[in-house]
């Protein structure tokens, strides 16, 4: 019977942390198991890769919504990182932390020990800001952050635009005050992404007290009584099982965290009892709370041919390409966005409710992925802390099929409301003097579509995830909780949940660095169990 100290399951931004972390002690063995492979393909690590990545089986999950009113019936993409750094090996690497009032939230909730002075030692820990050290940044940590190595005379002027209007320009949105517009600190080294593996595995790879088992599928948690013992899983057509002298630690993500507990027998018992599976913990909340942030994207064409859009395309991208092959700059170090925003709705609010992703590029057909052959401006709004909830559950005791993913999205009316809000005050900003010059006309959705009705319409036929999935195993103390302040799961012992999905509430931001910081705390809880 092979036995470690801890299972960890899945090495994406949570499951690197900690598989670092508890393996410092080279007295406790870790076994870390990841469903997919290798981090190595080059779409992972050149930036703009990204655009690849985002679609490409092997390394991608490529899960879809079940299809919803709110949202015109579509089925929505929902990407999902597979091997090893997970979804830190293909997002968008954007840092953004969200607001103290965030956490401050969570702690209110009764989660001891979750509240922002809590937990902004841990960013700082888990961080290397290149631009330094304050009170609220931290370097000589494991995860490289850095400012964007791109900038553009367009976004410059959006960001003066922001300030002519008086959103202003945020001097370090991670720090004091989220509100503003500046460009992207990004989650690079010298123009490559710095994905949780690179940053927490590579450095512990060697260890011999540590494990990584890739290729491996985990079907179920071994529970015996009320305790959890091990995990099974299938590698190569084979099942295999290994267990556990301390803890299983479950760090699958907010999709599949909740599937493995429902796999597992934990979760509302009816829908367990209907795909044939033993109860062994009623929790009703296992896959409820499904919270994610919703974009909208709004189009112009450009003025002036100087948007990544040309630089990405035809004789562009070979001059681009030797830019990248020679001095890791350039366009191709770019992603989803380089300009963030963060803006109130409503002044009467204290901090911002809006997020902005501004790009200059476009993709008039997103369906296509395609750049358009004209210049291109792109500024995506998303309600930063949405007020509708959805779920995730199994379809079957299958582990192998996709759960079904409902994230109901724009349900809720103050959803839409803000959602429309954001809409408009993009459409403010380019008519400000700044970049007025830039802009030729508005493409998507339209100068046609002038009403708030029809802004709403448009968005919830064309909207899509900003990949945020969080809260489906939330921490708390309530009937829908599911993991405990110490990320214990309710009712079984040597069990525990630690990734994006422990969210009680999504963070008004983007939510790597805080599944890192979640990660790094929960290392720290591990490690100092007293009983
Ligand atoms: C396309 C995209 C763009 C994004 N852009 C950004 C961004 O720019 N900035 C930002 O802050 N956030 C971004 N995010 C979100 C952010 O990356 C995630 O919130 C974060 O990575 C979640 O970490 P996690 O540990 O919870 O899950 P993941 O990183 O998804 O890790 C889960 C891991 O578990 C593995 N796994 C799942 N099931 C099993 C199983 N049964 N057996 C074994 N292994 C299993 C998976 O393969 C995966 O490796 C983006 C996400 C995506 C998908």
Redesign the pocket.
Known sequence: MIKYDYIV????????VLANRLSENTKHTVAL????GSDNHPWIHIPVG?IK??AMPGV??LFDSEPEPNTFNRSIP???????????????????RGQPDDYNGWGQMGNRGWSYDDILPYFKKSENFEMGYDEYRGIGGPLNVANTRQTYPFMDDLINAAVETGYGKAADYNGKSQAGFNYFQ??QKNGLRFS?ARAYLNPAKKRKNLHIIKN????KVIIEGKVAKGIK?ISNNVEESIFTKREVIL???????P??LELSGIGEPNLLKKNGIEVKQDLIGVGENYQDHYIARLVWRASKRETLNEELQGIGLVKQALKFALFRRGALTV???LVAGFVKSDNALATPDIQYHIAPASFADPKKRKLDKWPGLTIGPCQLRPHSRGSVHIKSID?MAHPLIKPNFLSSEIDKQVLVKGMNIARDLVKAPALRKWIDKEELPGSLEKTNDELLNYARQTGAT?????GTCKMGHDEKAVVDDQLRVHGIKDLRVV???IMPKLVS????????MI?EKGADLIRTRSD
Not at 9 to 16: I, R, T
Not at 33 to 36: C, F, R
Not at 216 to 219: G, K, L, Q
Not at 509 to 516: D, E, F, K, Q, V
């Open positions: 399951v899945g090495a994406g931004s949570a499951g690197c198991i990841e469903a997919g990204y990545t985002m991608n999950w929902i990407p999902r990182g597979r091997g090893l750094g997970g979804s830190s090996s293909i997002n968008a690497m954007v840092y953004v990004v989650t949780a491996a599928h985990v079907t899983y760090s699958a993500g907010s999709i599949q965290s599937q493995l992603t989803a966005g582990p900003l990949y945020h999935p969080a990734d994006a999905s931001g983007n939510t790597n660095a805080a599944t890192i990660a």
